[in-house]
T-cell receptor
Framework: DVKVTQSSRYLVKRTGEKVFLECVQDMDHENMFWYRQDPGLGLRLIYFSYDVKMKEKGDIPEGYSVSREKKERFSLILESASTNQTSMYLC????????????FGSGTRLTVV | DQQVKQNSPSLSVQEGRISILNCDYTNSMFDYFLWYKKYPAEGPTFLISISSIKDKNEDGRFTVFLNKSAKHLSLHIVPSQPGDSAVYFCAASVGGYQKVTFGTGTKLQVIP
């Protein structure tokens, strides 16, 4: 089974802090994604990556950046955390084109105070 | 602009009955559709998918129907079980492109 591991289940950070959310997958998948889930808004794509050192903006990239130095690891960075970034963050990975079926991590509940 | 819409935020169904979850989309380029199930405090799990060359796909108790002319798909669960209680997300993508657009979710409650 593909496993996607997010390093933290719960995080509380202060406004203005730089925050790192880590995600690791163990099935050699090329594609990795970061979503956030908010009530009434569903899952919204922040950034994704098709390969090491490659990144593309999703639908809501403002206030975020990403890093993919190794194939198995995809990090989401909040440059200066704000209260409107309080959310559930979900990392996912998938195999080649056409498969579409993501495997998600368990999520990180981030609260910015 | 919400390209994938789930207009019912919640649905309650008696155990053993059929659950029907609906989804509409606006982007005519979408040609691959998926349903995910999410329990609290867990990530979504892939449930079933359908390509636009089909109008029905079945997997056990789960069937997805696609009506391309209406830009509508639905997920049928028969019979519904209490363990099916979860949030269901409809999702869509274009061709082999890996970016998937999700709907807002429908919370299904199956009452024993």
């Amino acid at each position: 089974d593909v496993k996607v591991t997010q390093s933290s289940r719960y995080l509380v950070k202060r406004t203005g802090e730089k925050v790192f959310l880590e995600c690791v997958q163990d099935m050699d998948h090329e594609n990795m994604f970061w979503y956030r889930q908010d009530p009434g808004l569903g899952l919204r794509l922040i950034y994704f990556s098709y390969d090491v050192k490659m990144k593309e903006k999703g639908d809501i990239p403002e206030g975020y950046s990403v890093s993919r130095e190794k194939k198995e690891r995809f990090s989401l960075i909040l440059e200066s955390a704000s209260t409107n970034q309080t959310s559930m963050y979900l990392c996912a990975s998938s195999g080649g084109p056409g498969l579409g079926g993501y495997t998600f991590g368990s999520g990180t509940r981030l609260t910015v105070v | 602009d919400q390209q994938v819409k789930q207009n019912s935020p919640s649905l309650s169904v008696q155990e053993g009955r059929i659950s029907i979850l609906n989804c509409d989309y606006t982007n005519s380029m979408f040609d691959y559709f998926l349903w995910y199930k999410k329990y609290p405090a867990e990530g979504p799990t892939f449930l079933i998918s359908i390509s636009s060359i089909k109008d029905k796909n079945e997997d056990g108790r789960f069937t997805v129907f696609l009506n391309k002319s209406a830009k509508h798909l639905s997920l049928h669960i028969v019979p519904s079980q209490p363990g099916d209680s979860a949030v269901y997300f409809c999702a869509a993508s274009v061709g082999g492109y890996q970016k998937v657009t999700f709907g807002t979710g429908t919370k299904l409650q199956v009452i024993p």
